[in-house]
């Protein structure tokens, strides 16, 4: 195993990371984002404010795409192993 195999092993870890967790925090970034300017322009200072709309998202989020993230971890996963016998030698 090579320092460009381990290269790209860290590039393809990195990437699956950046696909889990952007849909995720995009849109909590968005919703979280747009209730600061509501509460900066209405003076409304509730912590609560922000959280439960973030989780509301974050839990539809996960609900429409968590069969897709489940998969592509599992290839990932799938695909590490199978390069083990070739990380042996």
């Given at each position: ?13 990195v ?23 509501l ?48 990380m042996?030698?």
């Open positions: 195993m090579s320092i460009g195999d381990i290269t790209i092993l860290l590039r393809q870890g990437m699956q990371v950046l696909m889990m967790a952007g849909p995720l925090l995009i849109p909590a970034l968005i919703v979280g984002l747009t209730v600061a300017i509460q900066a322009s209405t003076s409304i200072q509730e912590q609560t404010l922000t959280f439960v709309p973030k989780i509301i998202v974050i839990l539809a989020m996960l609900a429409l795409l968590g069969g897709w993230m489940f998969t592509t971890l599992g290839n990932y996963t799938t695909q590490l192993f199978m390069r083990i016998p070739d042996a030698r």
